[in-house]
């Protein structure tokens, strides 16, 4: 069983400095995809960023960057320019690669931005 | 309709009462997932389904939890004789069938309070 691993509950970083979110998975599958998810207080679960693992190329959506380490099973996101807005709970996910299957969620990290 | 729509938003039932949430996932999409999500807590995995079955349904946590889908569309979520540890954000969630690694799109969950 695959499983995705915060090890941070709870961050915090001060407005237009840049974060780092820590997610580490166990699978013994070779074809997968990872993703950031966003929950501010609305409960609104928001795709942030999504990663092919048979890319090696880090993706990138505007200030929201992840550092993919295949060998490693490291998945980290980093938040450049932070603003109030990225308030909220993030979590790690992972996603088999064979037809559609269900996400596996880490417990999340909470992040506030300090003005 | 444009996003995942979850009802009723909040409910509050008496404990040992049945209850009904009601999912309606994005048009064309024929994957649907439920997940429940405890105070403080990550996601956890109730039930999957591709079309009108569910192959996945591992995640229900007793036989007093069902779900069934209808037309390919709208889903029903029934907790039978409420606990007070079934209070939880119940998520709803679809994607496109077909492919791998397809985005998972979430609703704004119904809250539920067991009394």
């Known amino acids: 069983a695959q499983t995705v691993t915060q090890s941070q509950p709870e961050m915090s970083v001060q407005e237009a400095e840049t974060v780092t979110l820590s997610c580490t998975y166990d699978?013994?599958?070779?074809?997968?995809?990872l993703f950031w998810y966003k929950q501010p207080p609305s409960r609104q679960m928001i795709l942030v960023i999504r990663?092919?693992?048979?890319?090696?190329q880090n993706a990138t959506e505007n200030r929201f960057s992840v550092n993919f380490q295949k060998a490693a099973k490291s998945f980290s996101l980093k938040i450049s320019d932070s603003q109030l807005g990225d308030t909220a709970m993030y979590f790690c996910?992972?996603?088999?690669?064979?037809?559609?299957?269900?996400?596996?969620f880490g417990k999340g990290t909470r992040l506030s931005v300090i003005a | 309709g444009a996003g995942v729509s979850q009802s009723p938003s909040n409910k509050v039932t008496e404990k040992g009462k049945d209850v009904e949430l009601r999912c309606d996932p994005i048009?064309?999409?024929?994957?649907l997932y439920w997940y429940r999500q405890s105070l403080g807590q990550g996601l956890e995995f109730l039930i999957y389904?591709?079309?009108?079955?569910?192959?996945?349904k591992s995640g229900l946590p007793s036989d007093r939890f069902s779900a069934e889908r209808t037309g390919g569309s709208v889903s029903t979520l029934t907790i039978q004789r409420t606990q007070q540890e079934d209070s939880a954000v119940y998520l709803c969630?679809?994607?496109?069938?077909?492919?791998?690694?397809?985005?998972?799109?979430f609703g704004e969950g119904s809250w539920l309070t067991v009394v």
């Open positions: 969630a679809s994607s496109l069938a077909g492919g791998t690694g397809n985005t998972i799109y």
């Open positions: 699978t013994s599958e070779n074809n997968y995809y």
């Open positions: 990663q092919e693992a048979y890319k090696q």
């Open positions: 996910a992972f996603m088999r690669g064979s037809g559609n299957t269900p996400l596996v």
């Open positions: 048009s064309g999409h024929t994957a």
């Open positions: 389904f591709q079309g009108n079955s569910a192959p996945d």
